[in-house]
């Protein structure tokens, strides 16, 4: 943790006091491994883009907005003229500015600070009764109805999971909501599982002694791979039927990986990639608000920010949490 000044509230922008933050899986690689996936940290980087917070200052027009306003914050910037924006896939925006990521140089600072900025276009306000911590959390549901959305219409489909950390537990949710049949998680790790089995799961494999358990049961409609592992990809093409769907939302490692690319052709397999989210973040915050989706029943431990470093340490140990949430205090 570091002290620094702050700059004057730039025109055009909403000054946000931290509320509340979840420590996502790529905040722990750039933690470890200074990258995730193909992004590279070249230059300090702060972290953070689950986040919440009180609106405490604003500059310039920001309608509907006022200090004081509590406050989810959408990690997006689009900038609404390219063509993935011109085509409503505004998760693929060609200038996007996403808080906490090292995809772009100079690098976009993230909302792990006591103060931070954001545009008043990201600042979705959150009803009294919606604490900081569960509004952190709309940012990951909405990459997980993303995710959903990209599989299809999964009604009455069978669905297997790979992993069962945050992301995958809350795509499981997020595709029970839109009428999966049968979901079955699968992972290496017992006690992630036996967290998928108190949230509703219908079936787990553990597969850290081999995968013939997995290959015992008959082909899923549906696979969505969330390990972010070249295994977990080449399990998730071998687990589904001949025409069924692949989704990653995984970040894989960086660079070239070997995957069973034979299969996807022999199978004809639709493989379908998810990259973080559109208009889902709304949805996020409306399923939250609603109780549509009970997004805390996911957190195993709350920590004030001024020991993030101990809360992401704490988060890498799977044996002991599933969920880690940064508070202001």
């Not at 692949?246 to 004809?268: F, T």
């Amino acid at each position: 943790m570091v002290e620094r000044p702050l700059d004057p509230l730039g025109s055009g922008m909403v000054r946000i006091r931290f509320g509340a933050g979840g420590i996502c899986g790529s905040d722990m690689h750039y933690y470890r491994h200074a990258r995730t996936g193909d992004f590279v940290v070249t230059s300090p980087l702060v972290l953070g883009h689950e986040i919440s917070g009180e609106v405490v200052e604003i500059s310039g027009s920001a309608p509907g907005l006022k200090t004081g306003d509590r406050v989810a914050v959408n990690p997006s910037r689009w900038c609404g003229h390219c063509t993935p924006c011109r085509e409503g896939r505004l998760n693929l925006c060609e200038n996007i500015f996403f808080m906490g990521s090292a995809s772009k140089t100079p690098h976009m600072q993230g909302g792990f600070s006591s103060l931070f900025d954001a545009i008043p276009a990201q600042c979705v306000k959150i009803p009294d009764h919606v604490s900081y911590q569960a509004a952190a959390l709309a940012e990951p549901l909405a990459v997980c109805l993303h995710a959903v959305v990209r599989a299809g219409d999964v009604r009455g489909r069978r669905a297997v999971l790979f992993g069962s950390g945050p992301i995958g537990l809350l795509t499981m949710l997020a595709a029970r909501r839109a009428g999966i049949a049968e979901a079955t998680v699968v992972d290496i790790a017992a006690a992630p599982l036996a967290f998928a089995t108190r949230l509703g799961a219908n079936h787990v494999i553990d597969i850290s002694k081999g995968d013939e358990a997995l290959k015992a049961v008959p082909p899923y409609d549906v696979a969505f791979e969330v390990s972010g592992t070249a295994a977990g990809l080449a399990s998730a093409i071998g687990a589904v039927r001949r025409g069924g769907i692949v989704v990653q939302i995984g970040n894989l490692p960086g660079g070239q990986i070997s995957m069973p690319a034979n299969a996807v052709m022999a199978k004809e397999i639709d493989l379908r990639g998810s990259f973080r989210f559109g208009s889902e973040f709304m949805t996020a915050v409306d399923l939250i608000a609603t109780g549509g989706v009970d997004v805390l029943s996911l957190v195993t431990a709350e920590r004030p920010l001024s020991v993030a470093p101990d809360a992401v340490r704490l988060a890498l140990d799977r044996s002991q949490s599933v969920k880690v949430v940064l508070t202001a205090h």
